[in-house]
């Protein structure tokens, strides 16, 4: 079964610092892996994908990483602000053939909190 | 609306009642999925469908949980004889296809068993 680790469980940083987050999977067979972003109360908002093929993604001051023999990935996020206070997940899709594709297997997540 | 949506966005019911959670993906997508998501958690899989049959359903915690999606849009997620347990945020995600990238997040409907 494919178990997904996030570390740190939280962070807090001034604004402006340079942040990783890290993410781990047991099973590298993957076809892809997705970074959310979950604020208060609220559903999952896509932030990077990249494909199993696929070394990083960026996206403005993200930059999202990929090492599939490993079964890790990082994100990092530059210059910090306020408004980037939220939880980060990971998520790995499976690779092969049949149904069972579908399901995002997720990492419990990283609670962030940037303070001014 | 652009996005997956889900009603209602809170509910509140006793131990035992039933419940029906409803999800509208986005028009067009093929690709339904349910995921439950409890405090403190990521989301866990409860079951996928790919047009109006569930091609996985191997989430589902137990057979008081039963989804259906009859024309291949809304998608109903039904709960028997509810248990405090059951308590959780439920998320629905659609996609275009079976293999597309990307799953697109409603908001959740929050559960609360009393």
């Known amino acids: 079964k494919q178990e997904v680790t996030q570390i740190p469980a939280a962070l807090s940083v001034p604004e402006g610092e340079n942040l990783v987050l890290n993410c781990s999977f047991t099973d590298s067979a993957i076809y892809n892996l997705q970074w959310f972003r979950q604020d208060p109360g609220k559903g999952l908002t896509s932030l990077l994908l990249i494909q199993s093929s696929q070394r990083e993604q960026t996206s403005g001051r993200l930059n999202a990483s990929l090492d599939k023999s490993s079964g890790r990935s990082t994100l990092y996020i530059a210059a910090s602000q306020p408004g980037d206070s939220a939880t980060y997940l990971c998520?790995?899709?499976?690779?092969?053939?049949?149904?069972?594709?579908?399901?995002?297997?997720f990492g419990r997540g990283t609670q962030l909190t940037v303070w001014p | 609306g652009a996005g997956v949506s889900q009603t209602p966005s809170n509910k509140v019911t006793e131990k035992g009642k039933y419940v029906e959670l409803r999800c509208d993906p986005i028009?067009?997508?093929?690709?339904l999925y349910w995921y439950r998501q409890s405090l403190g958690q990521g989301p866990e899989f409860l079951i996928y469908?790919?047009?109006?049959?569930?091609?996985?359903d191997s989430g589902l915690p137990n057979d008081r949980f039963f989804a259906v999606r009859p024309e291949g849009s809304v998608s109903t997620l039904k709960i028997q004889r509810t248990e405090r347990g059951d308590s959780a945020v439920y998320l629905c995600?659609?996609?275009?296809?079976?293999?597309?990238?990307?799953?697109?997040f409603g908001p959740g409907t929050r559960l609360t068993v009393t």
């Open positions: 995600a659609s996609s275009p296809l079976q293999s597309s990238n990307e799953q697109y």
């Open positions: 469908f790919q047009g109006t049959g569930a091609a996985d």
């Open positions: 998520a790995v899709r499976r690779e092969g053939r049949g149904s069972t594709l579908g399901r995002l297997y």
């Open positions: 028009s067009g997508h093929t690709a």
